[in-house]
């Protein structure tokens, strides 16, 4: 008899073979394909080295230049007694220019009080050009050091002596007492051309014997940070990476030579922003000549004149010239003085040589020994003339620079303007502590924003003293020169800042609107 067991086992028996049957089969079939999922791709093959062959070439040539002439680079570390005081009518330099000095922020300090000096330490490069210890610098590196040393390549720190200075290039000359060291050859700077690849050596942000690379960016720049517009230019632009620190490192091309000395940036982050400066070989290598002579100082000629760089169009315009030196201060007593040369002239020639611009006409006289002589060819209201000029060492420049060369007129005091006129400026005549002080023109009260004036950069507290070459020596001739300015004219507007007034005249200017 069956029972209901044995039905049940009957019937349900085969159904949980065939359960388990379908379960083992489904885990077997399932079981390799997750083992594949888990298992790693092929790894791509590696490129033929055949077909990047030229990018491992350029790799291996890199690798060589840079441990050729790493050996040679300095980190120069420097202790200084600064002196915090910086008076309000000092000029503090571009805020967007940094040359690295070692001394935290080159524009900060305090105004007015006594001066508060203190002891600093600060580091930037060097570069060992001669086996027997003679180092390039930057001058703000090692300005006011009371002691200098130098970690070398191999890790050695050796105490260094300063040799010379040039405060007008930013270069500097120490000394170890060392023989036999590596160093690097100079290279001919007028050779470069924009494109080419150089290299950065130095010590930036105190990371030791650091090595970028970048191209020439653009050449014969114009002094990235003049606070003196008599300074040489033709800067190399780089945008190998420079940062604070790189500061007297070499620039250095594809041959292993010094074809620059790093010494400035364009920043508006006090870091790189691909915007670098270095000066040129051809001008380190006479500076560094004279350094390590027997007087240990550069010896420069001077006529006695001051100019702008990077003149308005409009300016070229009124003034009637395409190329050459627009003169917008004189030394008194000074040679360009003596000679007759006068504000407002426009130097074209140096004994028959062309003048293109201040940097031509700087590296021109620059070159010569005081004491000689140089025909200088110049426009005046037009007309060519020139005059013999004996140069004068700079650092004996007789006078002071000013760019004063109108005398007062006999209109007498104008009424005081009540709102902006067609150029947008509010003008008054000048208080008499600065008439008293030999200062001629009107004082710019206000200027209207998004004006004429506002637009070419003019700003309240400049003294205007010339405006389209009419001299303006009060409110009357003032009034009288803008009101005869119309639409689509050019206006050259020539001003003096009353807190530096012997610094010479600035122009501004642009088409009327």
Partial sequence: MTTWKDLTRRIFAPLLAAAMVVSVGAYEFAKPASAAALAPAPAAPALDSNSVGALLSLDQAMEALASRVTPAIVNVTVTSKTNLKMNADEDQGEPNMQQFGPFGNPFGGQFGGRPQPRVEHGLGSGVIISPDGYIVTNNHVVDGS??????????????????????????????????????????????????????AFGNPFGLR????????????????????????????????????GNS?????????????????????????????FAMPSNTVIEVYNELIGPQHKVVRGSIGISFQQDLPAAVGRVYGFKSGVLVSSVAKGGPAEQAGIKVGDIITSVDGKSIKDGDDLVNTITDRHPGSTAKVGYLRNGQQQS?????????????????????????????????????????????????????HGVLIQQVKPGSFADEIGLAQGAVINEINKKPISNKGDYT??????????????????????NTGNFYRGGTLP
Avoid: C
Wanted: neutral net charge; charged residues 15%.
């Fill in 480 to 501: 009288a020169a803008v009101s005869s300015l119309k639409t689509g004219d050019d206006v050259v507007v020539s001003i003096v800042d009353p807190r530096r007034p």
């Fill in 146 to 199: 009371t002691d200098i040393s130098v970690t070398m390549g191999d890790r050695r720190i050796l105490p260094a002596k300063l040799v010379g200075t040039d405060p007008l290039t930013d270069l500097a000359v120490i000394k170890v007492n060392a023989t036999g060291l590596p160093s690097v050859p100079w290279g001919d700077s007028t050779q470069l051309h924009p494109g080419q690849t150089v290299l």
């Fill in 209 to 244: 014997f650091t090595v970028t690379r970048g191209i020439v960016s653009a050449l014969n720049r114009p002094n990235p940070s003049a606070t003196d517009r008599r300074k040489p230019g033709q800067f190399i632009q780089t945008d190998a990476a420079i940062n604070p």
């Fill in 248 to 276: 007297g490192g070499p620039l250095i091309n594809m041959d292993g030579q010094v074809i620059g000395v790093n010494t400035a940036i364009y920043t508006q982050s006090a870091g790189y922003q691909g915007v670098g």
């Fill in 387 to 439: 005059a013999t000029v004996t140069i004068q060492d700079r650092t004996k420049t007789v006078g002071s620079l000013t760019g004063q060369n109108n005398t007062p007129s006999d209109n007498g005091p104008g009424e005081e303007q009540s709102g902006p006129d067609k150029l947008g400026i509010t003008a008054v005549n000048l208080p008499q502590q600065l008439t008293s002080r030999g200062v």
